[in-house]
């Protein structure tokens, strides 16, 4: 059974950080892409960031130079810093895991959100 266990949200002013961590369970974690998605009231959910299994990292041009994702293999973890927070950053913060095979078959799990607030 795959479980994606997030935490770290919380309420925090502007300007202030957070730093979101997500444990995998049940999975081969080395081979996945692990990601970060948010989404806020009456929005779509959105990719905030996401790192390969190499290393290679991606964010959404609204957290680029704020936050950062990073993957420890050898704890099944993703964490995601969050630097210089903004109101509009306030949302439930998802925890991602994704595998893409060669066929295009696609295995995607989820953890159950996180809070992250953003207001003084």
């Known amino acids: 059974q795959v479980q994606l266990v997030e935490s770290g949200g919380g309420l925090v002013q502007p300007g202030g950080s957070l730093r979101l961590s997500c444990t995998a369970s049940?999975?081969?974690?080395?081979?996945?892409?692990m990601g970060w998605y948010r989404q806020a009231p009456g929005k779509q959910r959105e990719l905030v960031a996401r790192?390969?299994?190499?290393?290679?990292?991606n964010y959404v041009d609204s957290v680029k130079g704020r936050f950062t994702i990073s993957r420890d293999s050898a704890k099944n973890t993703v964490s995601l810093q969050m630097d210089t927070l903004k109101p509009e950053d306030t949302a439930v913060y998802y925890c991602?895991?994704?595998?893409?095979?060669?066929?295009?078959?696609?295995?995607?799990?989820w953890g159950q959100g996180t809070q992250v607030t953003v207001s003084s």
């Open positions: 991602n895991a994704r595998r893409r095979l060669a066929d295009a078959t696609v295995y995607t799990h």
């Open positions: 790192i390969i299994g190499g290393g290679s990292t």
């Open positions: 049940g999975i081969i974690f080395s081979i996945y892409d």
